[in-house]
């Protein structure tokens, strides 16, 4: 009895190996030929909005996913960032494509920068990723030299990142001692305005023949340049120029 009953489970065993392996068979060999579903190239969505890209895959036979969205400085707002499969590899027709898409531009809160100093403005306006702007001294009773005076954008004001913030310094008071801009190297062009920046006044302006130095770039300044002079003082400039004659032919 013992030796039947046994040797019935090992015909059962025998025949359920059988039957996967004729199910497996099946399905590997038969069934393709019967169910045969085409493999499609993902088509390329990047930049495309959600709706842009729903309908492309469509026209392929495939479907759309919404995965996660995150900031991008350049994707506009509800855009394809990246997608998976990524474009140019096959998969069955009627699967999915999951898409990241773009939240846009991510804005950063100006901090109030009145009353601290130059230094602590730059490194506040680096934490909240943004930089510092024109930088203007001006003279003044009531905030210490250094200090910021005012900014613009105002404080709470949301800007893109790496966005630029305009700073007005306290320069001392009016009757104080003013330090004098480096303008060599600079071009005689901009040199009136960094002047304003600095309450000084561009004053007489020479040429001189210097073919070391591009046309039109300051060589020499008086009073030279870090010299402490009052408010309002005239800076004389000599700029390079090439002599008339010069690669003439």
Not at 56 to 82: C, F, M, N, T
Not at 210 to 228: C, D, E, H, L, V
Request: proline fraction near 7%; avoid cysteine; aromatic fraction near 4%.
């Amino acid at each position: 009895m013992r030796k039947f009953f046994a040797n019935g489970v090992l015909v059962a065993a025998s025949a359920l190996i059988a039957a996967l392996l004729m199910l497996g068979l099946v399905d590997a060999v038969v069934m393709p030929h019967i169910v045969a579903v085409p493999n499609i190239k993902v088509p390329r969505l990047h930049s495309l909005d959600s709706l842009q890209a729903s309908q492309r895959l469509e026209q392929w036979g495939l479907k759309i996913a919404i995965g996660d969205s995150i900031y991008h400085e350049r994707i506009p707002l509800g855009s394809v960032i990246d997608h998976l499969p990524e474009a140019g590899q096959r998969i069955k027709k009627g699967r999915a494509v999951t898409v990241l898409l773009s939240k846009g531009s991510r804005y950063y809160t100006t901090p109030d920068l009145q009353g601290v100093s130059m230094r602590e403005a730059r490194l506040q306006l680096e934490s909240n990723q943004l930089q510092t702007g024109d930088i203007i001294y001006v003279s003044s009773n009531e905030i210490p030299e250094t200090a910021v005076i005012d900014q613009h954008p105002t404080a709470g004001t949301r800007l893109k990142r790496d966005g630029r913030v305009d700073l007005r310094i306290s320069n001392g008071p009016p009757s104080s001692m003013k330090t004098t801009p480096n303008l060599l190297a600079q071009s005689i062009d901009s040199a009136e305005d960094t002047l304003r920046k600095y309450e000084m006044q561009l004053g007489r302006v020479e040429n001189q023949i210097n073919n070391s130095s591009p046309p039109g770039t300051i060589i020499s300044q008086a009073p030279k340049p870090g010299t402490q002079t009052p408010r309002n003082t005239r800076i004389h400039l000599r700029v390079s120029a090439q002599h008339p004659d010069n690669g003439a032919r």
